[in-house]
């Protein structure tokens, strides 16, 4: 079963179940202050685990396109991806573990649909401990459905229990799903606990009913949720027998293409040719999203997987200019999944720039990198003293004149035994640059946390969108947004620098909005009739039958899925505190409210 034929038997059913399809959100998550990219299906629907009504109801289930950066060392193994997508039905308080769970079973079971025999999975539940009791009752429904009592394994928290994505949010125990991968039938004893490598993880039910405090406790959410999630790629793999995804037809056309560029085959550098296809996946789904390599953010993700693909094609002997070539590939492979990759000639510009810009220093910085080694032999000579480690600042010199991710460093360390001073390099980063990537830390963090002041930035996020698109005209559009309990970061399309005026003319718009004190209403509306509305909003962006759209007057109207504050005079001032450039034709806000 190809993984199209996956997907779409997936939304199918859960389609049958009475849940309404929502098309996968951008991957740049909006409004949320501590991830830089969308990490899993529920993500984009934090606010409606949390109680905020759903305009397309209590039963939704999607197709997500997802990055997770945690594991970008792995890539190049069997399983790990940067980006992957991820399959997932959820209840917003209507169904809870009974059904969820028969829905799963059903899905996996059915001849109508995957029609994976009984014997070939096996079942984990949560064991329990202080925060919740044992999962007893996911155990009766899973032996009433046929499951042996020897194939369901209690695990602890580390293992099923799923979220919160960060510090906070919402979470709960979970119950797993295993397909037996292994040589004939399991034995009777076999179980993903004693036999870990012939149980592959295939899908995740989470019981969604606690929301994680900040002091560590639990408390209940307002809503009992269901949050499931299937890796479209990994189970795409193991359904059609194949050992790892790159083996599928969602890889192979990429490894094909990079065969034809390299001095290599696939099987001799087995590593290098994954890495180039996962990490230009990624990015070129990014750039679908308007993402574009700089050094911060998601811009500076982007760079770093561009630059370590690149870096890989040398290793593999590609000398041409080659990332738009594979680039264009996946594009033919996703877009009519993912119709923001029509934007080809666009992406295609991107990659191209970026690797020219990368092709001017990088071999001119690897040369650099051999004296330095040559440099560290000399010194063992002379001294008998071994350099272990590439020194903060000369990893530094490698970033700031050649262009080399720290994490290329520090690869190109790993490959000769060095380690690299991260911290030193850090330091001298900070020391020369004013811009600091104290937001790097974020790439772990949680979901949006729906405080007051959050509220807040969040409606003057709306104002600002209008306020900009008024005074420097409509290309100024949302590229990406990202709200902390102190300020608004706010990222949009406009050529040059402002000039002090428009900051003014920004900001007075804005606080004239705040002085009239408008009432915020809602309204869900057709996705047409709110384009017709003139309501802005990311369109191209948003699926769905149904918007929410709020309401500010005459200040601004906009989709979005809340929540915000009900009259403007509570956000009482608004400040912009830095206008910069992120990227050719991008700009970025930081903005705060004060008494
Ligand atoms: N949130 C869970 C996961 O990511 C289920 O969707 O696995």
């Known amino acids: 079963m190809e993984a199209r034929e996956l997907r779409q038997k997936y939304l199918d059913f859960f389609k049958e179940k009475g849940h309404a399809v929502l098309p996968s959100a951008p991957l740049l ?52 991806l940067t980006f ?14 009974e059904d969820a769970i028969k829905f799963s079973f059903e899905f996996l079971t059915s001849k109508k ?51 919160p994505a960060g510090q906070t949010g919402p979470c709960g125990p979970d119950t797993e799903m295993f397909f037996w991968v292994g040589k004939g039938k399991p034995g009777k004893e076999s179980n993903p606990e004693t036999d870990e490598t012939n149980w ?37 793999a193991i359904l059609q027998g194949k050992k790892t995804v790159y083996d599928t037809e969602l890889f192979e056309p990429i490894l094909k293409k990079i065969a034809t560029l390299s001095k290599f085959s696939y099987k001799e550098k087995t590593t ?58 996946i594009i033919h492979i996703m877009s009519d999944i993912y119709p923001e990759l029509r934007h080809e000639e666009a992406i295609l510009i991107t990659m191209k720039e970026e690797e020219e810009q990368f092709q001017k220093t990088i071999n001119q910085g690897l040369r650099e990198f051999e004296k330095l080694l040559k440099g560290f032999e000399i010194a063992f000579e002379k001294t008998g003293k071994k350099i272990s480690e590439i020194s903060g ?32 390099f850090d330091e001298a980063f900070k020391a020369h640059q ?34 900009l698109m008024k005074v420097l005209g409509d290309h100024a559009k949302q590229r990406g947004s990202n709200i902390t309990a102190q300020r608004l970061r706010f990222d949009f399309s406009h050529p040059d620098k402002m000039t002090d005026e428009q900051i003014a003319a920004v900001e007075k718009y804005v606080n ?22 003139g309501a802005i909003g990311l369109f191209e962006q948003k699926y769905g039958d149904q918007v929410k759209v709020y309401d500010m007057g005459p200040w601004s109207k906009e989709t979005c899925g809340g929540p915000h504050v009900e009259h403007l005079g509570q956000l009482s001032h608004f400040k912009i505190t830095k206008e910069q450039s992120i990227g050719a034709g991008l700009r970025r806000i930081k903005a705060v409210l004060t008494d």
């Open 29 to 80: 998550p909006e409004n949320d202050p501590t991830v830089l990219f969308t990490t899993a299906g529920m993500h984009p629907l934090v606010p409606y685990l949390m109680g905020e009504k759903h305009p397309d109801g209590t039963r939704l289930t999607s197709f997500q396109k997802c990055i997770r950066t945690g594991d970008i060392d792995e890539v190049g193994d069997d399983t790990h």
């Open 84 to 97: 992957f997508e991820m399959l997932g039905n959820w209840s917003l308080g209507d169904y809870f573990k």
């Open 113 to 163: 649909w995957l029609g994976i025999p009984k014997e070939k999975l096996s079942i984990s539940v949560f064991k329990g401990d202080d925060d919740a009791p044992p999962d007893h009752q996911a155990t009766d429904i899973w032996k009433s459905l046929g499951i042996p009592e020897h194939r369901i394994v209690y695990l602890p928290k580390s293992d099923n229990w799923w979220g």
């Open 200 to 236: 592959v993880e295939i899908w995740n039910d989470v019981f969604m009913q606690y929301d994680k405090q900040a002091d560590g406790t639990f408390k209940p959410l307002k809503q009992k949720n269901v949050d499931t999630g299937m890796g479209l790629e990994r189970t795409a």
């Open 272 to 329: 290098s040719y994954r890495i180039i296809a996962d990490h230009l996946r990624a990015a070129t789904m990014m750039a679908g999203d308007g993402v574009k390599p700089s050094n911060l953010d998601q811009g500076y993700v982007m760079r770093r997987l561009i630059r370590r693909a690149i870096r890989h094609g040398k290793l593999i002997g590609i000398e041409q200019s080659f990332t738009h070539i594979i680039a264009k590939k």
């Open 393 to 424: 600042k000369q990893a530094f010199r490698l970033y700031d004149t050649y262009g080399f991710p720290i994490e290329m460093t520090e690869e190109l360390g790993n490959e000769h035994g060095l380690s690299t001073d991260h911290k030193g």
């Open 434 to 467: 004013e811009l600091s990537r104290a937001d790097k830390g974020t790439f772990k963090g949680g979901l949006q946390d729906h405080s007051w002041e959050t509220t807040r930035l969040h409606t003057a996020t709306h104002l600002l969108h209008s306020a």
């Open 512 to 533: 004239d909005a705040i002085a009239s004190d408008q009432p915020v209403t809602m309204k869900v509306l057709p996705l047409e009739e709110a384009k017709k509305s």
